[in-house]
């Protein structure tokens, strides 16, 4: 059974190696958006076999960093200029509708959490991988929302994000935009804090734009 173990961490291991490691080389510039990614030359560069690259694969496409075409295959994900307008505009008119409810909502237990995962995300900035400093902004965002008291908005807003790249990779190719998101964490929580519903209405307009 220990063996068993070992052998499922060793896996998993490996895949968030890979996965991070293809992400990398797309923030990189190495792969280029619309670059094909076949199996074969993945497995050579990163000196892997083909079910971990295909399992890499699988995670950067559920998370809309690569694109999967059937029949075809993967490639980086080409972002749609005018559609990554269009979906920051929504947002903006979504979760900036819901600040209000958010600081009604968020009790001081709330507001904790919230600092915790804005910490989680500062650590990931200095100790993490690419790609668990996306998850920790997804988490600190979904925690966000949720506070909106109805869940049918958080599911509407992240498929809405998912129509084009839903990760603010893109934007991080330098550690200070990185950390002006996390100051923006930071700040949002604060506005929170204070009841200041107004505040925190152009806080999350301006983390959007940014991303």
Known sequence: MADVVMDQQQAASDTRDVTDLVLQ??????????TWLKQIDLERRYNCTRPEVRR???????????????????????????????????????ETAIAGTIVQNASPEDID???????????????GTMLELYEA???FHRHLLVLG??????DLITEI???TSSAP??????????????????????????GEA??????????????
């Open 25 to 34: 080389d797309i923030l990189a510039g190495v792969l280029l958006p619309g």
């Open 56 to 94: 890499a694969l699988d995670r950067l496409a559920q998370k809309r960093l690569v694109e999967h075409v059937p029949n075809r295959g993967y490639h980086v994900y080409e972002p749609d200029g005018r559609r990554a307008r269009e979906v920051s505009e929504i947002r903006i008119i979504l």
């Open 113 to 127: 959490t919230l600092r915790t995962l804005a910490e989680h995300f500062d650590q990931m900035v200095l100790n």
């Open 137 to 139: 902004n997804l988490a």
């Open 149 to 154: 008291g109805n869940l049918e908005l958080v």
């Open 161 to 163: 994000r998912q129509r």
């Open 169 to 194: 990779v893109s934007q991080w190719r330098t550690r200070a935009r990185i950390e002006q998101s996390g100051r923006q964490h930071h700040m949002m929580i604060d506005a929170i804090a204070a």
């Open 198 to 211: 107004e505040r925190l209405q152009e806080l999350v307009r301006q983390h959007i734009l940014q991303n």
